[in-house]
C-alpha cells in the first residue's frame, strides 16, 4: 500500500489548506483512513479519521475547523483546514488502517506563520 499526500505548505493565522492522499488502491479495503500529525519536539497525535461507512472523528484541537472527506472513485481522502493556527505546523501523515496494521504516507508539511 502506498499513499501519497500533499498539499501542505506556508500559510498565515487564520488561513486555509487542504491536504489530499492519494492511495495506491482501493480505499474501500481500509477500516479507516485519516490524518495524524507531528510538530517538532512534539509526539505523533491523532487529528481526523474518516471510516469506510463515512463516520469521522476529530481532535478536540480540531473540531470546528478541519474536515475531513473521502473520494471513493479517486482513492483519495482529503483533510480541509480552514482558520488555522500557529500551533497547527506540523508534519501531516496520512494513514490507512486494514485489520491491525498501519500503513502511512510519506507526510506533508504545514507551516502557520505571520
Known amino acids: 500500500v502506498q499513499l501519497q499526500a500533499s498539499g501542505g505548505g506556508l500559510v498565515q493565522p487564520g488561513g486555509s489548506l487542504r491536504l489530499s492522499c492519494a492511495a495506491s488502491?482501493?480505499?474501500?479495503?481500509?477500516?479507516?483512513m485519516g490524518w495524524y500529525r507531528q510538530a517538532p519536539g512534539k509526539q505523533r497525535e491523532r487529528v481526523a479519521t474518516i471510516t469506510t461507512g463515512g463516520v469521522t472523528d476529530y481532535a478536540d484541537s480540531v473540531k470546528g475547523r478541519f474536515t475531513i472527506s473521502r473520494d471513493n472513485a479517486k482513492n483519495t481522502v482529503s483533510l480541509q483546514m480552514n482558520n488555522l493556527e500557529p500551533e497547527d505546523t506540523a508534519v501531516y501523515l496520512c494513514?490507512?488502517?486494514?485489520?491491525?496494521?498501519?500503513?502511512w504516507g510519506q507526510g506533508t508539511l504545514v507551516t502557520v506563520s505571520s
Open positions: 494513514v490507512a488502517r486494514r485489520w491491525s496494521a498501519n500503513y
Open positions: 488502491e482501493t480505499i474501500f479495503g481500509f477500516n479507516y
